[in-house]
Structure formats: structure tokens, C-alpha cells
């Protein structure tokens, strides 16, 4: 259908989020939706750190049994073959342990959609239009490698879910920016939220949505952007990038019980504390939020 890479454009996108979006209503879909929405905190997995050391990694998420739900798996970069070989192991020791544990893919790179994944997020960021105004290659890029997301994910038989994503800006430079040439929607502590909203609902279409600050990123409290994201949809987005403290996972699920991506806490954690950081960031998990959920 699209056979040069001047055909491509951001409608090819959007066309595939409608695509994967009609698609939501099947079993395991909204299996897979549950799961995130019940998930709490998500440990989240970068493959290409993984990759390194993965009989580490492995014995991490080996910890986490019985207390996750979820691991999140994905990263802006990676070479060929470090996913595969990361999920595969990864899956090896959950099938063997009777796992229940769902490890989910949420691809920036089409090599990144591997067999084993339990399913993946299908990223749609509205930001991207902006970018072929500025840096036409990096977005033709960027819709070249969802096409052939959705076609590995097809091949695959995994489970996806429509998800978009909208990168937040916290002052400090994250490698997902300088890979997607996204410009984000700068916030800070204290911001005005109803300026945010009114910059950011226009992104928003419906279905579940990933508010990603970045790895690395400065903690601002996202919580009033996901209260406002969750009364907009009707589904709690998900919150990821610059969360690594107790204290942080309070302030924002004081607006609401949100699933949370945590990149630090396999990242920077020896297998042996994995589980009691884990607990620990748990405690400071509110699950009554000012809106009752």
C-alpha cells in the first residue's frame, strides 16, 4: 500500500491506530487492558540494559512473583536480537515457574516486537505530526518502524492495544526525545494544570493513554494531568518517567489508583533488594484517590 517512503505520512499512523482501536473489543485485548488498568506498579524493562546481563535480569523479575502483575518491556533503542534473546529467557522462567506475570511490550523500535511478549502497547503519539514539519526523515523513520510493528505483531499473534502517547517535558533532555525529535508538553512543580489540559486535550482521542516523562527525567507530580487524561477516557493511562521514590508514587496516586512504570527499580536494584524496594514503593501506592477510584 505504501511502497515509498514519501507515501508515508502521519495519517499512515493514525489509519493504524483506528485500525488496532477496532480491534479492542476482543478477549484477549481486554484481558491484556485489565491487566494494565489492575496492575499498580510496573517494573519496566529496557532491552537493550537487560541484554547485558540477562541471567540478572532474569532472577530479578523472579523476585517480583507474586507481588507484580505486569513488566513492561521497550526502550527508544536497541540493536537486533537483544529483545528476542531478553524475552525469550524471560518467558522460559515464567512458563517453567507457573507464572502468572504478563510481560508486555511497548515498542519504539519494530525489532522490539518479539515472540513471547504476552502483548504490546501500539504507540500513537499525536506529538509526531509536529515532527514532519521540522525533521521529515526521523518521522518518516518513525511511521516506516510502527508499519512493521503492526505486521511482526500480526505474525506474531500478540495481543495490542491502541495506546497514546504523549511525551512530558520536565527540563531535563531524555533519550526518547532525542530519538523521536518530539517536541513535549514542557510542565514543572506547581504547574497550572488547567493550562496543561487545555494544551494537551486535543491529543487525546479516547482509549487507554501513556504519559511518558522519560527515563532519566525530573520528578514532577503528573497526577492532576492523569485524573484530568482519566476523565476524559473513562480508562486510567498510564504514568512512567522519573518516578524512583516512594514519595513519588504517593503523589500521584493521590489522584487516582494510575498503573506506574519504573524503570529504576529493576534497573538500578541488586536481585536480592529487588522485592523489598519493591514492597517499600508499594507502601507509598494510594488506592483511593480524590475521584474514588
Partial sequence: MYDKPEDLSFETLSSLYEEIQMEGDGTQQVEL???IQNAGIMPVIDPEKAFLEISKTVEKVRSLEGLARVILVGGSTSTEGETAAVVGALRESLETRNSYLKLVGFPGRSNQVVEGLHGILFL???QLLNVFKTNSATATFLINE???IRKYQEN???PAISTTYILLGTGKPTSVVEQTKINPTEIHNGFDIENVSQRITKLIN???VFL???SGSEFVNTGPIAQFV???TGILPIVSGGISLPSHISQ????GAFPLGLGSLLERTEPELVREVYMRMKLGYNFGGPDGT
Fill in 230 to 232: 482519566r476523565e476524559k
Fill in 252 to 255: 500521584i496516586t493521590n489522584y
Fill in 156 to 158: 506474531y499473534y500478540i
Fill in 146 to 148: 510502527a508499519m512493521k
Fill in 33 to 35: 487492558l485489565g491487566d
Fill in 124 to 126: 500513537y503519539p499525536p
Fill in 212 to 214: 511518558e516523562s522519560g
Fill in 206 to 208: 479516547k482509549g487507554l
